[in-house]
């Protein structure tokens, strides 16, 4: 990057000696010519001169070259041009010589020399090209954000700077932490403008600098570049360079950020389809053993014949196990979701005969739980799978039993909400866990991980895959008044028109 080094072609010598070389090498073109001055021709004399000149400023540069060419009109008038020994000239014409050979030393010195810097330059260029697409290449074998940096700074410390990146976290606020109230304000500034931003110059040196990181998708963050203490150049004149260096960072950290959310979807769909997988094959496996224990223990429990202790034991036994049957149908009945082997029985009817159902299924496990019912008047039609919209109903209701107190009671509400039929299930209990509603739905989520409660936590992960499969959603919410309040919204539809039999007199 740094333009201050001498070309490939002129000598790494230091300016004094360059000078002095110039100042020898025209009295040795003297020396060897001056014993032929009444052989050789004037001009060929001069084209040693030129020579000269033409080779310092190959090989020394353009100062020395200048020194050469006015040194050599010099010698060639005191010892060459007649009288010999003294500037006096004896004819006027050898003014013009004079004049012509310094203008020819001047010329061929500044074509030299920018044939020179042009070659270097050409030089310069391609060794950035060669190492920005070094950089290319090792940024994108890069696996981890640390090689990403490593990369990144073994390539601008070639070029006298060191770098910092400042990446946006989760909540797209960009991570300042042990950064001055200055730097952070010019950070933001460079994340908001989308451009370079110079800091302040300390000591003389180059000032830092920072260039968001625009990725193809968006910002990603902030690169701040520091010049090292040896660094004058100003950051300026490389705006175009740096910014494509910026590009190529922000360009890695991107693809780093999507291969982290491929393969944290890969390893989740992998996960979804073992348990599935699982939990289908152990449904099926104990479902018969299971009814079958079921009805064994409901037989036992009816025998008239058992001790008190005895039938209370096999009361305990039915419930147990009806239990433990409810939560495998569970199971089965996600399992069966997952798997899209669900086939939607869609009718046109009335909230009211499957709320009614569903309290009608409950009525032994409630007791003597009081309910509230609340149905808006002129309810519409509509179209959902009664048996599926009743599990949900029962899982809901089950839930607010589950966590509410015996004497708290359980509401029950439906009602139209703009395009959507809604069934709202409240109680009056703890509500559920701040911070973790979104996470409710999802398989195995419990409000409490060691609640004593019993569940597998997918009782809420099946009311979402059904209302799902309708079309619809569901929501939880924390009431103001204390308790949870859990909402299936179903898409209203164009119920049929039912039309009204005509009297016959």
Avoid at 58 to 67: F, I, M, Y
Avoid at 345 to 369: C, M, N, T, Y
Avoid at 396 to 418: C, H, M, T, W
Avoid at 458 to 473: F, M, N, P, V
């Amino acid at each position: 990057m740094s333009e201050s080094f001498p070309s490939a072609a002129t000598l790494p010598l230091s300016k004094p000696l360059r000078y002095t070389l110039v100042v020898c090498a025209c009295a040795l073109v003297t020396l060897i010519a001056f014993p032929f001055r009444s052989v050789l021709d004037l001009a060929n004399t001069v084209m040693l001169f030129l020579l000269v000149v033409f080779l310092v400023a190959l090989k020394l540069g353009r100062g020395p070259a200048v020194l050469a060419a006015f040194l050599g009109v010099a010698l060639f008038d005191f010892f060459f041009v007649p009288p010999h020994f003294t500037f006096a000239v004896s004819n006027g014409l050898y003014l013009i010589t004079f004049a012509v050979m310094l203008a020819i030393g001047l010329l061929t010195t500044e074509l030299t020399t920018n044939l020179q810097d042009e070659a270097e330059r050409v030089r310069n260029h391609e060794q950035e090209t060669l190492d920005l697409y070094e950089l290319a290449r090792n940024l994108t074998g890069a696996a981890t954000l640390l090689q990403v940096t490593e990369a990144m700074q073994a390539y601008l410390s070639r070029c006298g700077y060191h770098a910092r990146l400042f990446l946006l976290d989760n909540a797209k606020i960009l991570d300042t932490h042990n950064c001055s109230v200055l730097e952070k304000q010019l950070l933001n500034l460079a994340l908001t403008s989308a451009e370079m931003v110079s800091g302040e110059s300390e000591s003389g040196n180059a000032p830092p600098f920072y260039l968001p990181l625009q990725a193809p998708m968006c910002v990603r963050g902030v690169m701040a570049v520091y010049p090292e203490a040896t660094t004058t150049a100003p950051p300026s004149n490389r705006r175009e360079f740096f910014m494509t260096l910026a590009s190529l960072i922000a360009i890695a950290v991107e693809r780093l950020h999507y291969v982290a959310v491929a393969q944290k979807s890969q390893v989740q769909m992998s996960a979804e389809k073992l348990r599935s997988s699982v939990l289908s094959t152990l449904s099926h496996d104990l479902r018969t053993p299971l009814t079958t224990l079921v009805g064994l223990a409901d037989t036992l429990a009816e025998t008239p014949e058992l001790p008190a202790t005895a039938h209370d034991h096999a009361c305990l036994i039915r419930d147990q196990s009806q239990s433990m049957c409810n939560l495998l149908t569970n199971l089965l009945e996600m399992a069966r979701l997952q798997s899209g082997k669900v086939t939607l029985r869609r009718e046109w009817q009335l909230f009211e005969d499957v709320i009614s159902a569903s309290l009608h299924l409950l009525k032994p496990s409630l007791g003597p739980r009081p309910l509230q019912v609340e149905l808006q008047k002129n309810l519409p039609l509509v179209e959902f799978d009664a048996v599926l919209i009743e599990r949900v109903l029962c899982n809901l209701i089950e839930n607010a039993a589950k966590y509410s107190g015996n004497a708290q009671p359980i509401e029950i509400r439906a009602f139209v909400d703009g395009n959507e039929a809604c069934i709202a299930v409240c109680d009056h209990g703890s509500g559920f866990p701040e911070g973790q509603i979104d996470h409710l739905f999802e398989l195995f989520e419990r409000g409490s991980a060691e609640s004593a409660k019993l569940g597998v936590g997918l009782g809420l992960a099946i009311c979402k895959a059904i209302a799902e499969a309708h079309g619809g959603r569901i929501d939880a919410i924390n009431q103001a008044t204390g308790g949870a309040c859990v909402t299936l919204r179903l898409p209203r539809g164009e119920a049929p028109v039912i039309e009204e039999e005509e009297e016959h007199g």
